[in-house]
């Protein structure tokens, strides 16, 4: 089962990494001024996760496969890391929808 880690930036900004069962981040939030802002991400996540439209597939200027996920307006609350195909990023994609609903919370 998945998990969310929650952790405080250098800047004391807080952040969330949502990692697979074999630990691997699969998704990374934006920096939150307070913890609570950083719950209510992850809930965002955890609701958002299933709906395919809310994926953006991306590819960067080098040439890597990356996706984001977006709330319903718009804001993105997580990036992907950088794939080498775009069969890995989809991959990510369904790790993120299987892992983020009944993940747990640490921190």
């Given at each position: 089962?998945?998990?969310?880690?929650?952790?405080?930036?250098?800047?004391?900004?807080?952040?969330?990494?949502?990692?697979?069962?074999?630990g691997q981040t699969i998704l990374a939030s934006e920096g939150y001024a307070t913890k609570t802002s950083c719950e209510n991400g992850i809930e965002s996540v955890k609701k958002n996760s299933q709906d395919d439209s809310k994926y953006d597939k991306k590819t960067s200027s080098n040439g890597k496969y990356f996706f984001n996920l977006k709330a319903i307006n718009g804001q993105v609350i997580g990036n992907s890391e950088m794939y080498e195909s775009a069969s890995g990023r989809d991959n990510g994609i369904e790790s993120?929808?299987?892992?983020?609903?009944?993940a747990t919370i640490e921190e």
């Open positions: 089962m998945g998990k969310f880690v929650i952790t405080k930036r250098s800047n004391g900004e807080f952040q969330f990494n949502l990692k697979s069962s074999n993120v929808k299987s892992n983020a609903p009944a």
